[in-house]
């Protein structure tokens, strides 16, 4: 959910209690123009949220007909109203205990399965980010890097293979992240930023080896991940 929504219910949630100070103030019965405001304002929540709160239907509360108006069972409506608060609350909550993230589209990715993985670790990086999961940020930003090189090389295999960059390896999907970088930056100037930032992407790219930890001492925290997530950007924005 956006901001926008979550901004929206919020309005929605004061409004429909301010119908219910309304209501409350006639503890027995409703008469009919009491409910037009309550009526429009549910409208408009089931419009712009299908779901989110139960259908109103004021007839299933119907009493009797007064002298000028029908009379509707106030315990009944002042009931639903309640429930219908709850949800939007737990609704704002919900959201705001939930990292907000921006998804990102991998059009460039010529590997329809890879493209949708990326998709979703986008998004899975975000909320490590948020959450301060810093390795994890690290890491997975590391293998989408790789994976974006390794597709944009593989799709020039013959240009890489004789990229002044290029080791000895024939086989690409065998070559680590720094040769992957070195040899994109080689064939692709645009991308030269990359390889400005991404020493501690390659070296912390390890990481996801437990041993190779311990034998490094390498340590880690918000600035490498950061690093690590600008390089991802840099590399998206660059090929899109």
Same mark, same amino acid.
């Given at each position: 959910m956006t901001p926008e929504q979550v901004a929206h219910i919020r309005i929605y949630y004061k409004s429909i209690r301010g119908q219910q100070g309304v209501l409350q103030a006639s503890p027995e019965y409703q008469k009919e123009p009491n409910l037009i405001a309550l009526e429009e304002e549910l409208a408009r929540v089931e419009q712009e949220f299908p779901g989110l709160v139960p259908r109103f239907d004021k007839l299933g509360y119907f009493s009797h007909r007064g002298t000028n108006y029908r009379l509707f069972h106030s315990p009944g409506i002042i009931a639903f109203v309640e429930a219908a608060l709850a949800r939007l609350e737990a609704a704002v909550d919900e959201s705001e205990s939930t990292p907000v993230t921006e998804t990102r589209e991998f059009k460039f990715v010529t590997d329809g399965r890879l493209r949708k993985i990326l998709e979703r670790d986008y998004a899975e990086i975000q909320r490590a980010y948020v959450?301060?999961?810093?390795? !994890?940020? +690290? +890491?997975?930003?590391?293998?989408? +890097?790789? @994976? +974006? %090189? %390794?597709?944009?090389? #593989? @799709? $020039? @295999?013959?240009?890489? *293979?004789? !990229?002044?960059?290029?080791?000895?390896?024939?086989?690409? !999907? *065998?070559?680590?992240?720094? #040769?992957?970088? $070195?040899?994109a930056v080689d064939l692709r100037p645009e991308l030269g930023g990359v390889e400005k930032l991404s020493h501690s992407v390659r070296e912390y790219r390890n990481l996801v080896h437990p041993g190779s930890e311990i034998r490094t001492g390498l340590r880690f925290g918000k600035e490498e991940a *950061?690093?690590? %997530?600008?390089? %991802?950007?840099?590399?998206? *924005?660059?090929?899109s």
């Open positions: 959450s301060e999961c810093w390795k !994890s940020v +690290i +890491i997975i930003s590391g293998g989408a +890097i790789e @994976a +974006i %090189l %390794l597709d944009q090389l #593989q @799709a $020039d @295999a013959a240009g890489a *293979r004789a !990229s002044s960059k290029a080791p000895r390896e024939a086989d690409i !999907s *065998r070559w680590d992240l720094a #040769q992957l970088i $070195d040899v *950061r690093i690590a %997530l600008e390089v %991802l950007n840099l590399v998206h *924005r660059e090929l």
